[in-house]
Structure formats: structure tokens, C-alpha cells
């Protein structure tokens, strides 16, 4: 029953940088058609690594499509686009594009909280969604992959609205496994931990903000819990996403897979 063949498409969204990124050389590496998304405001960006990944991976397939997630609409022609651009049916879809937020619960607007929810929670079901119709149509399975996080697991001192929509992207990941599943459609996510990214480097300087600390402590003082000894690098994700794109995880689903050095063990 193969269904996730790497000459399929895959997309990942916000993949200009970071942890996105780093999953979409793997995944031209592997062979797959591949699409990097990002905001249209990061259209540079964009353009930058799809050049670095055509060069780096040898994977001449590779096409960059600005669309922004929490816009429904703008997801499914993003969908169609690279179907019809790449010429292939689709295979993937991760859905990494999220933002942080750094706030006491108490203090959070309703306007940050709205925008945490819309990228975070509505960008992935925009994803998932539009994904899965076009995987049910072509009626070939295929791979639909969130990225999570440690924060899906388990409450965060100031980091509570973001934890929020990660507990509701675990919820949804685990229905979309259930409705799927009679199409062969497997939905997992993976769940970093502390990754140093650009997302990293902001949530580190609000966090000392917010308690009168020097630059670099807060991601120091978490990065001591980690058993494995180190923070990750985008590049610890792209083996786990890997593997859950290809049919090596064929009877996985409904999973949100940590990779984070050991901190959090379910
Ligand atoms: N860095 C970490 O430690 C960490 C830990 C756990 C989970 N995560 C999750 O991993 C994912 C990637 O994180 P990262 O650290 O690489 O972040 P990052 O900020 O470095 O990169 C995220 C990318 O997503 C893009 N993006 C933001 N909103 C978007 C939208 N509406 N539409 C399309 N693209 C959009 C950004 O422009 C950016 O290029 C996020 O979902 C994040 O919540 C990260």
C-alpha cells in the first residue's frame, strides 16, 4: 500500500527559515517535488532559499509560493498552484508555519490572542484541510504532518495562549487521523523543544524582558533541563518529518512525537 512515493509533492509551510526550512532541503533530498511557503511579506526571503535548496539539494523541483496560512483561500490556490506548476500529485503537507507569543495569560489582548489562534490553529486546519481534499480526490493516501510542540504537552509560565493552540493542533491532528484514516491519509505532528531559531531568539529576549534578565539567559535556564545535554537545531527535526513523510511510518497516525532532547517524557 505505498502511498507517499517521493516524486509526490510536498509542501511545508513557513519554510523561508528555521525549522521549515532545514525540513524542506531534507525532503528536496529525498526526492520529493517540493514547495516552500512563506508570507508574501518574506517574498525575498523566500526567493533566497529556494535558491540555496536547488543548489545545496540538487533538486532542480523546488518552487517557492507565498501564501498566508490563516487565509483559507489563499492556502487552496497554493494547493493548486503547485499542482499545476510541479506537475505531480500531492504527497505532504506540513504544516510548520506558527508565532509565539510571550505573555501572562492575564495581561494577553484579545486582539494577540485572536492572531495566535488564526496562524497557529486556523493556518494548520486551513492546511490539513486543503490538503486532504485533494489527497481524498486523488485517492492515493498520502502524508499530513503539524508541527507541535512541547508546548502541546503540558502548560508554560508565559507562554500559556501559545500552548493553548497547540493542545487544539494535537486535538485536531488526532480527529483528522480518525476522519482520514479510510483514505489511507495518515495526520501527525511533530513536537520540537527548544530550537534555536529566529522564533527562539524573540521568545528569549520578551522572556528576559518580562523578568530583568541579560540577553541569552531564559534560553540558557531551559536549555539546562535538556537530558540530551544541548539545544536543537532546525536540522534535529528533518529526520522525524522524514520519516512520517515516507512510507516507513505507514501505520502511524494520530501521533505527536517529541524531539526534544528527552526534556518531556510522556
Ligand atoms: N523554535 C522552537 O523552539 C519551536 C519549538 C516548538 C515548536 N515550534 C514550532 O515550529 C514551527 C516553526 O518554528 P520556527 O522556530 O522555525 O519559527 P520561525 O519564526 O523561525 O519561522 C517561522 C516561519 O513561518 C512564517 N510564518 C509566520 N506566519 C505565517 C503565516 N501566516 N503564513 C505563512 N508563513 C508564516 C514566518 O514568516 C517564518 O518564516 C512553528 O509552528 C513553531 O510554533 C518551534
Known sequence: MASVLPSKIAIITGSARGIGKAIASRLARDGFKVVLNDIPANQKL???AVKELKLSTKNSNIIGIT???SDRKQVESMVNQAIKDLNAPLGVMVANAGISLIKKIVDSTDEEI???FKVNFK???NC???AAKVMIDQGEGGS???ACSIAGHRGMDSLGVYCATKFALKGLTQSSALEWACHNIRVNTYCPGIVATDMWEKIDNDLNAMNNKPKGSAMESYSNTIPLGRNSR???MEGLVSFLASDNSAYITGQAINVDGGMVMN
Open 46 to 48: 523566500l526567493d533566497d
Open 128 to 130: 490539513y484541510t486543503a
Open 67 to 69: 501564501a498566508d496560512v
Open 144 to 146: 499530513i504532518i503539524g
Open 114 to 116: 485572536d492572531l495566535l
Open 234 to 236: 532546525p536540522q534535529d
Open 123 to 125: 493556518g494548520a486546519i
